[in-house]
């Protein structure tokens, strides 16, 4: 069993930084792959960027791609996304997630493979 909590989220301005981050709780926390996913208002949840067990792999949806980074580190059971050269488009409920199979670059079937979620934090991001 996995319980993750999210921090970090808040309101920033366009072009701005954050960083937000989830903690995890479980004995098996290294052997869980692990995604950020975000929902809009009035939008489908949606894959966002995705990391393997050990974190020698990384995964991101085209809309984040070099501007997002998501690493985590094992020893104090938490992941992050730092967010950078963010946009209004962004703003939406941010999700920490982990599921035991790593679909790669696959990235539509990641949402469905996860087994534990976070409640989320908000990231609101004005122009």
């Known amino acids: 069993q996995v319980q993750l909590v999210e921090s970090g989220g808040g309101l920033v301005q366009a072009g701005g930084s954050l960083r937000v981050s989830c903690a995890a709780s479980?004995?098996?926390?290294?052997?869980?792959?692990m995604g950020w996913f975000r929902q809009a208002p009035g939008k489908e949840r949606e894959f966002v960027a995705g990391i393997s067990g050990g974190g020698l792999f990384t995964y991101y949806a085209d809309s984040v791609k070099g501007r997002f980074t998501i690493s985590r580190d094992n020893a104090k059971n938490t992941v992050y996304l730092q967010m950078n050269s963010l946009k209004p488009e962004d703003t939406a409920v941010y999700y920490c997630?982990?599921?035991?199979?790593?679909?790669?670059?696959?990235?539509?079937?990641?949402?469905?493979?996860?087994?534990?979620w976070g409640k989320g934090t908000l990231v609101t991001v004005s122009s």
């Open positions: 479980g004995r098996t926390f290294s052997s869980h792959v």
């Open positions: 997630a982990a599921g035991r199979t790593n679909y790669a670059s696959d990235y539509g079937r990641w949402m469905g493979g996860m087994d534990y």
